[in-house]
T-cell receptor, first 113, second 114 residues
């Protein structure tokens, strides 16, 4: 069974440019999460989806970040415009409804220069 | 709110040494507890978990026991290998009905030397 797939693995962009990250969760997992991991820190939740509905986006900086999960499967996280402080690893995870375990993708390492 | 505190690294050990990484938590209710491992250049992998008090999670020679009385979930391994070099994260999750949101500690880097 395929795990959580994220792309790209690495992205380097100039500040003020837009960027998008893509995530394909494990088949059948209704819950999808985006986490932000700054260097040397633990991940922090940005947004959680139940199917196509964003049920917890309280930590998402909505002035520049947006996310979508059309059709309740794949998800895209976007930053526009990117700032230097957005340099981090963006992790996607998924879990089954009612499950106690989240499975993580390999992450996208973003560098803003 | 929920929080997780784990010992800061780096922790440097020789092969076959005993490893302990302390983790304590603050949470309302009865969270599930996890240890995740992150190898260089890779995402997080679940190492072990415990879902209720006194449960012991174990995997790959690692163990941790859910201690509600001390709100702790310390990770131990009796004999480490070079391949155990990684960053270890302690985490707790909200109940499934609340969405399984994970709260992580800051991570502990472990370096095992041959």
């Amino acid at each position: 069974e395929a795990g959580v797939v994220q792309s790209p693995r690495y992205k380097i962009i100039e500040k003020k440019q837009p960027v998008a990250f893509w995530c394909n969760p494990i088949s059948g997992h209704n819950t999808l999460y985006w986490y932000l991991q700054n260097l040397g820190q633990g991940p922090e939740l940005l947004i959680r989806y139940e199917n196509e509905e964003a049920v917890d986006d309280s930590q998402l900086p909505k002035d520049r970040f947006s996310a979508e999960r059309l059709k309740g499967v794949d998800s895209t996280l976007k930053i526009q415009p990117a700032e230097l402080g957005d340099s981090a690893v963006y992790l996607c995870a998924s879990s089954s409804t009612g499950g106690t375990e989240a499975f993580f993708g390999q992450g996208t390492r973003l560098t803003v220069v | 709110g929920n929080s997780v505190t784990q010992m800061e690294g780096p922790v440097t050990l020789s092969e076959e040494a005993f490893l302990t990484i302390n983790c304590t938590y603050t949470a309302t209710g009865y969270p599930s507890l996890f240890w995740y491992v992150q190898y260089p250049g890779e995402g997080l992998q679940l190492l072990l978990k415990a879902t209720k008090a006194d449960d012991k999670g174990s995997n790959k020679g690692f163990e941790a026991t859910y201690r509600k009385e001390t709100t702790s979930f310390h990770l131990e391994k009796g004999s480490v290998q070079v391949s155990d070099s990684a960053v270890y994260f302690c985490a707790l999750s909200d109940p499934p009905a609340a969405g399984n949101k994970l709260t992580f500690g800051g991570g502990t880097r472990v370096l095992v030397k041959p």
